[in-house]
């Protein structure tokens, strides 16, 4: 289970996501491709090593998102 720092992440990767296939026409044509990124964002979060203390993903020491 999530505490509150990881849930409102995953909720603003979620709108991030949505947000950009609103508003470009080429990514509504690959919903699952978008779905999966989603997953995927997810997995390393609930994974993350600072848990609920974890700093922001651009100044993290740790990079676990694959390029």
Do not use: N, W
């Amino acid at each position: 289970m999530s505490g509150k720092r990881i849930s409102r992440e995953k909720l603003t990767i979620k709108k991030m996501i949505d947000l950009y296939q609103a508003k470009c026409p080429q990514a509504s044509a690959e919903p699952e491709h978008y779905e999966a990124l989603f997953v995927y964002a997810q997995k390393r979060l609930d994974k993350c090593v600072f848990g609920e203390e974890k700093p922001a993903c651009k100044q993290c020491p740790v990079h676990c998102y694959q390029p």
